[in-house]
């Protein structure tokens, strides 16, 4: 069974720039989540997608946004980056599109933002 | 405003010892909570869960206990081990909210030997 990957796993990127993070969720699972963890924070959520449709959105402004691919990956876009996006993003997947299913998670993408 | 509190950002247990780390909820739709556990450079690791139709879970060294009238849940680990040493993050969740699973800011377990 494979795992949630994402990719690339360190990223530098300037501000004003665009970032796209790829995530593969784990085998059999339909639904990934993006999960964005500042230092010394918990994860806070971006948002999840089910069927390639948005499934629900944390409080990030639009210029984040993203995909899901038939496949179940799924990419998480950031569109003119501020200092304040230096984070690790962390890709999770499940089974179902609901609240009640543990999350397994990818190691994350650590973006940092100069 | 945050929904899930994890008041304290650090804890030291000895070896051997009972590790209880805590956790306060503040909204009473929360039907569904899960502690997480994470190493450096990895990611979240699903560790344990429970349902507000229950107040205790328990699965080999790990205990999660949840007080619904107190919003309060704790995970007991005992025997503590040194691979214990983590950040452990409580997290909640209630069908059909948009925000889906809400974390708390973790606590650190220090294993001491």
């Known amino acids: 069974e494979t795992g949630v990957t994402q990719s690339p796993t360190h990223l530098i990127k300037t501000r004003g720039q665009q970032v796209t993070l790829r995530c593969s969720s784990q085998s059999g699972h339909n639904t990934v989540s993006w999960y964005q963890q500042a230092l010394g924070q918990g994860p806070q959520f971006i948002f999840q997608?089910?069927?390639?449709?948005?499934?629900g959105r944390g409080n990030f402004p639009p210029r984040f946004s993203g995909l899901q691919f038939p496949n179940y990956s799924s990419e998480l876009n950031v569109n003119a980056l501020e200092l304040d996006d230096s984070a690790l993003y962390l890709c999770?997947?499940?089974?179902?599109?609901?609240?009640?299913?543990?999350?397994?998670f990818g190691n994350g993408t650590r973006l940092t933002v100069t | 405003d945050q929904q899930v509190k994890q008041n304290s950002p650090s804890l030291s247990v000895q070896e051997g010892r009972i590790s209880i780390l805590n956790c306060d909820y503040t909204n009473s739709m929360f039907d569904y909570f899960l502690w997480y556990k994470k190493y450096p450079a990895e990611g979240p690791t699903f560790l344990i869960s429970i349902s507000s139709i229950k107040d205790k879970n328990e699965d080999g060294r790990f205990t999660v206990f949840l007080n619904k009238s107190a919003k309060h849940l704790s995970l007991h680990i005992v025997p503590s081990q040194p691979g214990d040493s983590a950040v452990y993050f409580c997290a909640a969740s209630a069908l059909n909210r948009d925000d889906k699973i809400i974390f708390g800011k973790g606590t650190r377990l220090h294993i001491l030997p």
């Open positions: 999770a997947s499940s089974p179902v599109g609901e609240g009640n299913s543990p999350l397994h």
């Open positions: 997608y089910y069927r390639e449709e948005e499934n």
